[in-house]
């Protein structure tokens, strides 16, 4: 069995749930309900001492402080190669800057996928490390994040210095 242990800690966005598999970055869950629908809690290890779990508690308080502009931890993004080619090019976004769905298409050669990028974006099981909260309207709107959680969206915007429609 694989060992799959967490972590939590409290941000200016929530409380923020870590999930590490085999010493990889597998899962950030922002707040108990999206842990809870997202993981079974009995099949994990609550463990804060794991040196990963601190690093990554280390660096998302560094981020949210405003003293870190990009993560350097292991990551295990899970996904189709669509969803992987869409969250690399949503980790080259640089911090304070947003790109839109359509951006997204284009950068990756499937221009006609907008929908699709959104939907990646979704299904992206490590945001705020991997930045879907970058990725905006193309009239520089906030739309969809986590569903609906636009407010969140907001907060980490703001937090950057990106320009956006609130």
């Known amino acids: ?20 598999e085999e010493q990889l970055l597998s899962a950030v869950y922002i ?31 560094e981020y949210f402080k405003g003293e870190r502009k990009e993560f350097n931890l292991p990551v295990d993004p899970q996904g189709t190669i669509f969803q992987r080619s869409v969250w690399k090019e949503l980790s080259l976004i640089p911090f304070g800057e947003t790109r839109s769905y359509q951006d997204i298409a284009l950068k990756i050669g499937k221009e006609k996928a907008v929908r699709a990028i ?36 907001e907060k980490l915007l703001f937090l950057e210095g990106a320009r956006f429609k609130s």
């Open 1 to 20: 069995m694989n060992s799959r242990i967490y972590s939590r800690t409290e941000t200016p966005i929530g409380e923020i749930y870590i999930v590490i």
């Open 31 to 61: 707040g108990e309900e999206d842990f809870l629908v997202g993981e079974e809690e009995f099949q994990l290890k609550f463990d804060p001492s794991n040196p990963l779990l601190k690093k990554c508690k280390l660096q998302l308080d």
């Open 118 to 153: 959104g939907q990646a974006n979704k299904a992206n099981r490590l945001p705020i490390i991997i930045p879907c909260h970058r990725v905006i309207g193309k009239n520089k709107s906030l739309t969809g994040y986590a569903g609906t959680r636009t407010d969140i969206k």
